[in-house]
């Protein structure tokens, strides 16, 4: 495999591990290559599988950038614990590998070899020298401190996992019964039986009985009842506001122009380069590679005779024989252009430097091609002086967050026993003070900071273009108000409660006499009158009554497998005595075509809930073990850690 991977390096091909940028992004699988660290370093441990600290800190950094991803998208992830979560991840992942140590789980290396194969990609051209060949020096740099045989291994060990997943997953069976079942709740017609008691009509009964005060005191103090009355807490503080122009000289000319320099062409493109190219393609026929790798080498010798004959043999030897009627001649492009190759676009703008230039033979998705430049139209830029201004708004905003944050942090740092060096840092950059009261924690940075200062404290920080130093001067803490002041809202409270046990009694007590009892007298007895409900699937569509469509009742209908079956359901507004009354393959279903659609559906549904439920089960099963058998140890700077988040 090394042998593999020194041939890619010398060969004069454009491409090399994508895995690089996963690992400088901080992306990807989580491969990270600590290995020669582990004994003496590591801070989790599953067996004789080891995970460094310096691994640990990099899942941590990319789990902590996920969530931060999901929040900013708006996804709020609640109770979240970033190192708790991948405290776990990292010891499943332990012991997922002992598993494939201890099951002889082993790849081929020509699939290894696949899958490096698998991970090629275009590099920028400052990996590559002038004549296309690697910079082998560059790639070590960017791959460093971590060697290639680290890189492969881990490679490697990826294969494995797969295979061990493929393994569970060919392990899973569906038992024709389930399948049945899942068909029936799904897409058989069922007819229903349902009476229902009413919450007001026990809300009523309820209110004729007042408790005592002791009784109502008990209740009051119930956890989730005080809550409900605490007053929030309220803070007030000092804020002092700092801006740019009073903290930060101005940016010069030069400055400015140094940066649009340098960003030119990322930053302040109006038209992109675009290029136009000829295209020669030659077929891989099945089984027959070195045949067309020699055929293409043969038309890129005869090409570079004379590069003006280029159009003339895309039309006599090209493969794609549309495009070779047009000589081959593609519409123009930019480097972003997602209707071409990837790999010609990248060739082109990369390694054509002149027009008529031909590049090497290079290897596309459906084959090999040699390209052309024909011509390059340059990009359009924003002129310096259209957005001089901007840019020193953009650099001294920069300059005034480094700065501040590394100044306010050191004045606030001392500010409670020397808070004449927080004056005379207020008065030189003229902070703008004003008064801040919040009556409840809220979404925001200025509520989130003031929530968490102790009474006398400060904090800083930037908001949007702003430095800000805040201090909280009073804390008025949460207060429960005594049960005379809150009274009648209590004995609401009392009431609804004491309704909704009593209801929840009675559909109890009338799901026992069902068993019994026939349906219609069992309703009787509770004063309800029986209701009829349907679910039919027609033509594709759903059709049922609107009671069946209710979330608490749709959950609880899952139960009733088979007729005669009964279920009590809770709802906000009622309690619901539900019987299914019969089940039939639906009408739609005659057709046997259609049913086997439905029940392919019904099988897909059951499949990847028993995936899912087998792969959590049999890591779970794994970390079982190891705890009882205390094969598991994580070091106690990680959990401490964890226990502060």
Not at 619 to 643: F, G, H, P, T
């Amino acid at each position: 495999m090394i042998g593999v991977m020194r041939k890619l390096i010398h060969n004069n091909v454009y491409k090399i591990f994508l895995w690089i940028f996963l690992i400088m992004m901080g992306m990807g699988s989580g491969l990270v290559f600590f290995r020669n660290e582990e004994d003496k370093n590591w801070v989790i441990k599953a067996y004789s599988q080891k995970l460094t600290d310096k691994k640990f800190a990099s899942m941590l950094a990319q789990a902590k950038q996920q969530h931060e991803m999901f929040r900013q998208r708006g996804f709020v992830l609640p109770n979240a614990n970033v190192q708790k979560e991948t405290v776990e991840a990292a010891i499943g992942s332990l012991l997922s590998q002992n598993a494939m140590n201890k099951l002889g789980v082993r790849v081929s290396q020509a699939h290894v070899d696949q899958e490096v194969q698998k991970q090629l990609q275009h590099l920028p051209s400052y990996f590559f020298r002038e004549d296309g060949s690697l910079n082998e020096q560059v790639f070590r740099e960017r791959l460093a401190p971590y060697t290639i045989e680290e890189f492969i291994s881990d490679i490697e060990t990826e294969s494995k996992n797969k295979l061990l997943q493929g393994l569970i997953d060919a392990s899973l069976y569906v038992p024709k019964f389930e399948l049945q079942l899942q068909y029936n709740v799904d897409f058989a017609d069922k007819q229903y039986s349902y009476f229902m008691l009413n919450y007001q009509k026990y809300l009523e009964q309820v209110r004729q009985d007042t408790p005592s005060h002791e009784t109502l005191q008990k209740f009051y103090k119930r956890s989730q009842i005080v809550e409900k009355f605490k007053t929030p807490e309220r803070r007030s503080g000092k804020m002092w506001t700092f801006d740019a122009s009073h903290y930060v000289a101005s940016i010069t000319e030069s400055d400015a122009k140094s940066f649009y320099d340098k960003n030119k062409m990322n930053r302040y493109v109006t038209t992109p380069a675009q290029m136009q190219v000829r295209l020669l393609f030659i077929e891989v026929e099945p089984g027959k590679e070195q045949e067309a790798k020699a055929k293409i080498q043969e038309l890129k010798q005869e090409a570079d005779k004379d590069p003006s004959t280029f159009e003339a043999m895309v039309r006599k030897f090209s493969d794609d024989k549309k495009s070779a009627a047009q000589g081959g001649l593609t519409d123009l492009f930019t480097k972003t252009d997602t209707t071409l190759d990837k790999v010609i676009v990248n060739t082109a703008f990369e390694f054509l430097g002149e027009d008529g230039q031909i590049s090497a033979p290079v290897k596309t998705d459906r084959g090999y091609e040699l390209i052309q430049r024909v011509k390059k139209i340059p990009a359009k830029y924003k002129d310096f002086a259209s957005v001089s201004s901007e840019i020193k708004q953009e650099l001294g905003a920069e300059k005034f967050k480094k700065r501040f944050s590394q100044d306010a942090s050191r004045v606030v740092h001392g500010a409670r026993y020397h808070p004449e060096s927080l004056k005379a840092f207020i008065n030189r950059y003229h902070g703008d003070l004003s008064e801040v009261r919040l009556d409840a924690r809220k979404a925001g940075i200025l509520y989130t900071n003031l929530f968490k200062l102790e009474e006398g404290r400060y904090t800083q920080y930037i908001d949007k273009d702003k430095g800000v130093i805040l201090m909280c001067d009073a804390i008025e803490k949460s207060v429960t108000p005594p049960l005379e002041e809150v009274r009648s809202k209590v004995l609401g409270l009392y009431f609804e409660n004491k309704a909704l046990d009593l209801m929840k009694d009675q559909l109890a007590q009338a799901l026992k006499d069902a068993q019994t009892m026939n349906f219609d007298e069992v309703a009787q007895k509770y004063g309800a009158t029986v209701h009829q409900a349907y679910f039919k699937y027609n033509n594709g569509k759903q059709e049922q009554s609107a009671i069946l469509k209710e979330p608490g009742v749709q959950a609880k209908l899952k139960g009733l497998q088979y007729g005669g079956a009964m279920t009590a359901i809770e709802t906000a507004s009622d309690g619901i005595l539900m019987r299914l009354d019969s089940i039939e393959q639906s009408d739609s279903s005659t057709d046997s075509s259609a049913l086997q659609e439905q029940k392919n559906q019904a099988g897909k549904m059951m499949f990847y809930t028993k995936l899912y439920q087998s792969k959590e089960g049999f890591v779970a099963s794994l970390y079982r073990i190891a705890k009882l058998n205390n094969k598991i140890e994580v070091k106690s700077e990680i959990l401490q850690a964890d226990s502060t988040k």
